[in-house]
């Protein structure tokens, strides 16, 4: 937008997402790590597009997955892969990592922030690295932190609780035990999330058996409970 009073290289940026999408779920086990996210993205209040699928497969030890607005997510994957196409052209047998790919988007996200024109999206990257499992956030500030369990969007207050739960019970969680829980929220999810969806993709980064998305899948859910509610 160019203002007739104002400078002519004055513009006006997006002050808020358009279409966006939800929760993300992320849980890390002994030789993984499980993401999950509903296949739902909302334009406004309004349930607009019901595929849009938002964890993608960047390399065989490498996963990234995105809430917020559809479209800053969409260019945002093309500079990966844009990226990653660049580092295969130089033939050295080396491939992105987890630990470099979000550290990386830190620095984007941070100086798209203070263009005053970020990108509204809240990033999880999971990934294998050395070996071990990793599991870090990024949020459109290029605030970015570590730990064995994430969640983004409304299942920050309501996921998060539940999966920080489970791991101060169990120390050492196996890739079914972690996708069950990882469905468990997804379910919570759909039952207390106004933009929740029960169709979601799963998307699992292994040690050894590499990365593998499962799309579309269902969340298993009744509402029976709601016969039991009184005073609404």
């Not at 790590?33 to 699928?53: E, F, H, K, Q, T």
Request: aromatic share 10%; charged share 20%.
């Amino acid at each position: 937008m160019v203002f007739p009073d104002g400078p002519s290289n004055f513009k006006q940026f997006s002050q808020g997402p358009v279409t966006t999408s939800t929760s993300l779920v992320a849980l890390t086990y002994n030789n993984g790590i499980v993401v999950a996210g509903d296949l739902l993205a909302s334009y406004g209040s309004l349930a607009r597009y019901s595929n849009c699928p938002r964890i993608v497969k960047i390399n065989n030890n490498l996963l990234l997955a995105a809430s917020g607005d559809y479209a800053d997510f969409q260019f945002v994957k093309n500079l990966v892969e844009q990226k990653v196409i660049s580092e295969e052209c130089l033939d050295d047998g080396l491939s992105l990592k987890p630990k470099a790919l979000y550290c990386w988007l830190t620095r984007v996200l941070y100086n798209r922030r203070s263009q005053m024109d970020p990108l509204w999206n809240n990033f999880i990257i999971a990934g294998i690295q050395d070996g071990e499992p990793f599991l870090g956030t990024v949020d459109k500030q290029g605030t970015a932190y570590e730990d064995k369990a994430i969640c983004t969007g409304y299942g920050a207050h309501i996921a998060t609780p539940l999966l920080r739960d489970v791991l101060d019970k169990t120390s050492q969680l196996d890739m079914a035990e972690a996708r069950a829980q990882v469905a468990r929220c997804m379910e919570v999810l759909y039952y207390r999330d106004a933009r929740g969806y029960d169709k979601y993709q799963q998307g699992t980064v292994d040690v050894n058996q590499g990365v593998e998305i499962q799309s579309p899948l269902a969340v298993t859910h009744s509402w029976d409970i709601a016969y039991s509610i009184n005073g609404y």
